[in-house]
């Protein structure tokens, strides 16, 4: 996690736009932790999200919004996340089609 945190420090220091996708919605808390704890802006999906669309446009449509931290499971389909240049996958799906799908959100 430490790791992580760093390269994430650093990406969001360069205004790179940036999508973590996780396994464990605990390992997404404690990203959202301590994204709180340093001030930064960040949309969030998974399977308690009501309005997916809304979260969706909020990455995409505000520059202010550098980080998305999305659920794996749950963002695995049907989202369009163009603003992106940096993907994270930090605890890898067992299902490799549900990977890759992760890895292309970026491109539309």
Request: proline share 2%; hydrophobic share 40%.
């Amino acid at each position: 996690m430490e790791d992580v945190l760093y390269i994430l420090e650093n990406a969001i220091s360069k205004n790179h736009k940036i999508l973590i996708f996780c396994q464990f919605v605990k390992h997404l808390s404690i990203l959202t932790n301590y994204l709180d704890e340093k001030k930064v802006t960040y949309a969030y999906l998974d399977g308690s999200t009501k309005d997916r669309k809304a979260q969706v446009e909020y990455f995409q449509e505000n520059e202010g919004v550098r980080v998305f931290l999305i659920s794996l499971k749950t963002g695995g389909v049907g989202l369009n996340l163009t603003a992106a240049d940096y993907v994270f996958i930090l605890d890898p799906w067992w299902n490799p089609a549900i990977e890759a799908q992760a890895e292309t959100e970026i491109t539309g």
